[in-house]
Structures are given as structure tokens and as C-alpha cells.
T-cell receptor, first 111, second 117 residues
Framework: GQQLNQSPQSMFIQEGEDVSMNCTSS?????WLWYKQDPGEGPVLLIA?????ELTSNGRLTAQFGITRKDSFLNISASIPSDVGIYFC???????????FGGGTRLMVKP | DTGVSQDPRHKITKRGQNVTFRCDPI?????LYWYRQTLGQGPEFLTY????????KSRLLSDRFSAERPKGSFSTLEIQRTEQGDSAMYLC???????????????FGPGTRLTVL
């Protein structure tokens, strides 16, 4: 099946630093979604992207839909301790109705 | 929106027992999804409903698993004869296609963590 590969797998940064993470696929996706999950909770939708090249922001978060349609990027500016969590990319494969998720990027922020 | 709710939040059971989980979607969301998430992995799709119709099932959904959404509102997921490999977080999500939003924007509940001893 289609797989989404996220990198890095984990990051340990200082509060105030900017963060970049990405998600790649071997096949084309027409929608990219980014979620954040806190321990013991369900994923929370952060940003949805629908067009190649699209750049969308949500507060300090900015995500981009890659031009090749095979990748997406998430940036967090001026990180704060509450940004700690696991960030997942997701998308519907082959025009399907479910979401395929990447393996996640675990973000840790040092105050 | 009051959000997606799931009950119970935690369930510990012995191998061989049956368990049932409930999901209440965001009101008026006509699609409801079940996912399973094991430690260190992203969620994996199990099945979804549009209104009361179950439209798709993953190969992960063995014969021991059954899901229902009888009135097109809440849903239940039952696992019969639980096995230790069933231990996971079971997540429910819902969505509604509307102006500016597609069905792909799925909103998740807090999950039910199942531990099979």
C-alpha cells in the first residue's frame, strides 16, 4: 500500500527556534493534512492543503503542498513548550475515503 | 461543535473476552471512521460509514471485529474473543463535506485505549 515517510523521526530543539519537518510519498496525493497528537489523545487537525504549491498558515504554523504532489512540509516558527507532541502528515490515497498517515515526527522543546 | 467523544477512554480486558466501544461524532457529520493506532505508529484505517451504511472495510478488520452505526449517529466497534495483538488505541473520527471543506478533513476523538492481558 501507499506509504508516507516523515522526517525527521524526532527533534529536540530550544524554545524560540524554528522547526521544519517533511513528508514524502512514492505516489501522488491530491490532499495533504497535518495533525498534532498529544500523549493519550486523538490527533488534532492543524492544516489542510488542496492545491500543488499551496502555502497555508495557521498561527505560527505554515504548511506547503509540494509541486510534485509527492511531498508536503510543515514549519513552526518561534517554538514554545506547548508545541511538544507528535506531528503526523496524512492524505487520502488513490482518491480513497480514508486517510493514510505517516509515522510521525516527535517534537520536544527545551524551555 | 462539541467534538467527537469516545467511551470508554480506557479498557483492560482478559484475552478471549468481548469488548465494545462507542463513538459519538460531531453532530450532523454524516461520515464516521474507525482507526487503530499502535505505539509509535500513525493511525491505520479500519472502516467508515456514510450515514448508517458501512461503505469500506480494511483488511485489518478481521472477522472478530464488527462495527455498526444503526441510526446514522453514534457508532459501536465490537471486538470478539480479544487477543493480545488487539491492544491498541482505537480512534474514531467524523467529517462532513461542506463549502470550503472536504470529507478528508477528519476530526478525531480522544480514543479508547485497549489493553488485552
Amino acid at each position: 500500500g501507499q506509504q508516507l515517510n516523515q522526517s525527521p523521526q524526532s527533534m529536540f530543539i530550544q524554545e524560540g527556534e524554528d522547526v521544519s519537518m517533511n513528508c514524502t510519498s512514492s505516489s501522488i496525493f491530491n490532499t495533504w493534512l497535518w495533525y498534532k497528537q498529544d500523549p493519550g489523545e486523538g490527533p488534532v487537525l492543524l492544516i489542510a492543503l488542496y492545491k500543488a504549491g499551496e502555502l497555508t498558515s495557521n498561527g505560527r504554523l505554515t504548511a506547503q503542498f509540494g509541486i510534485t504532489r509527492k511531498d508536503s512540509f510543515l514549519n513552526i516558527s518561534a517554538s514554545i513548550p506547548s508545541d511538544v507532541g507528535i506531528y503526523f502528515c496524512a492524505g487520502p490515497p488513490d482518491q480513497g475515503n480514508m486517510l493514510t498517515f505517516g509515522g510521525g515526527t516527535r517534537l520536544m522543546v527545551k524551555p | 461543535d462539541t467534538g467527537v467523544s469516545q467511551d470508554p477512554r480506557h479498557k483492560i480486558t482478559k484475552r478471549g473476552q468481548n469488548v465494545t466501544f462507542r463513538c459519538d461524532p460531531i453532530s450532523e457529520h454524516n461520515r464516521l471512521y474507525w482507526y487503530r493506532q499502535t505505539l509509535g505508529q500513525g493511525p491505520e484505517f479500519l472502516t467508515y460509514f456514510q450515514n448508517e451504511a458501512q461503505l469500506e472495510k480494511s483488511r485489518l478488520l478481521s472477522d472478530r471485529f464488527s462495527a455498526e452505526r444503526p441510526k446514522g449517529s453514534f457508532s459501536t466497534l465490537e471486538i470478539q474473543r480479544t487477543e493480545q495483538g488487539d491492544s491498541a488505541m482505537y480512534l474514531c473520527a467524523s467529517s462532513l463535506a461542506s463549502r470550503g471543506r472536504s470529507y478528508n478533513e477528519q476530526f478525531f476523538g480522544p480514543g479508547t485505549r485497549l489493553t488485552v492481558l
